[in-house]
């Protein structure tokens, strides 16, 4: 597993504790925006984010 962030939406990489997959934002989960790959998500529609509160 790498320390740094795969795509630029996401705050870790995959599998790092206390995180989970949420849709992008960004391209509201289908990977495209206007035709072209998600630049946020890398085209996977899928970003990792922090999940918990504090």
């Not at 962030?5 to 949420?22: F, I, L, R």
């Not at 998600?38 to 922090?50: A, R």
Request: one cysteine or more; a negative charge; hydrophobic letters at 25%.
């Amino acid at each position: 597993m790498s320390n740094e962030p795969v795509n630029p939406g996401d705050v870790a990489p995959e599998g790092a504790p206390g995180t989970g997959q949420n849709v992008c934002k960004i391209c509201g989960g289908t990977g495209d925006v206007d035709g072209d790959s998600c630049e946020n998500c890398g085209g996977s529609g899928i970003v990792i984010e922090g999940i918990g509160g504090a």
